[in-house]
């Protein structure tokens, strides 16, 4: 904690031989077009690349990265925050040098062999740090890649019925309303219609009614024809037999 009250990352750094086959001028120029990197020629012909990441409350840097290439050797420095990994952290910054010397390989290479072998301890750090090993973590991916694409499959169908459920509620509400209006339009008969239907039905069948068969044959509700029939009856319009 520095004397101001904030917290201050940790500082780390490594350095790579290198050979310089170009000039730093050229390089300068190249990386100057990336908003990325600040670039710093210095007079004891080395070229400065600084990335800042993050700043504190008083705007000074607080996760960054500097590189500094000089005619034989590499050198980076870059800042941990307290609450992190510093072994992702240093596999972050590994991973954008390499992509800075990706830029330069005409002017610029590290040591095969060093960059080789400190990149492979790097990502051994990073792999010996997990919780799991790397088999598990695939194990536990692919189980829950599985269970992913099941769950996918069955939305998708149950997707698929909801929407086949949806047509047939449409089709049953429009049946529904239609059979209403149907039921509606028969139940409009007026009583004097309906008792003239019911005596011709009594003449034409011998002085006889069935309820069951006058409903079907008029689409009429039963209880109606009984109501209709018992009102004629004590009116005297028509008389029981038997």
């Given amino acids: ?32 077009t990336l908003q990325m990197f600040s670039v710093k020629l210095n007079p004891d012909n080395s070229l400065v690349l600084l990335s800042v ?4 409350m008083q705007k000074n840097p607080f996760l960054f990265f500097i590189i500094t290439l000089k005619p034989d ?34 002017l610029y290479y590290a040591d095969p062999a060093g ?18 090993n790397y088999s598990a973590l695939f194990n536990n991916y692919d189980s829950l890649f599985n269970e992913y694409r099941e769950l996918k499959r069955l939305n998708i169908e149950l ?25 509606k339009s028969l139940e409009t008969y007026s009583d004097e219609s309906l008792m003239v239907m019911i005596e011709d039905w009594i003449d034409a069948h011998n002085n006889t009614i069935d309820i069951i068969e006058f409903s079907k044959a008029y689409k009429i509700p039963a209880p109606r024809i009984e109501q209709m029939l018992n009102k004629m009856v004590t009116t005297g319009y028509i008389e029981l037999k038997g």
């Fill in 73 to 106: 050797s590499i050198s980076v420095q870059y800042s941990i925050a307290l609450d992190t990994s510093e072994k992702m952290r240093k596999l972050y910054v590994v991973k954008n040098l390499l992509g800075v010397l990706s830029l330069i390989t005409d």
């Fill in 159 to 183: 997707t698929s019925s909801n929407k086949n459920l949806t047509v047939q509620a449409a089709q049953a509400v429009a049946e529904n309303r239609e059979l209403k209006e149907r039921l």
């Fill in 53 to 56: 990441e993050s700043r504190d």
């Fill in 115 to 132: 960059l080789y072998q400190y990149v492979d301890s790097t990502i051994d750090d990073v792999l010996g740090s997990l919780s799991q």
């Fill in 1 to 32: 904690m520095s004397e101001t009250g904030l917290i201050e990352p940790k500082i780390a750094e490594f350095s790579l031989k290198a050979t310089l086959t170009g000039d730093f001028q050229s390089i300068a120029q190249r990386f100057s």
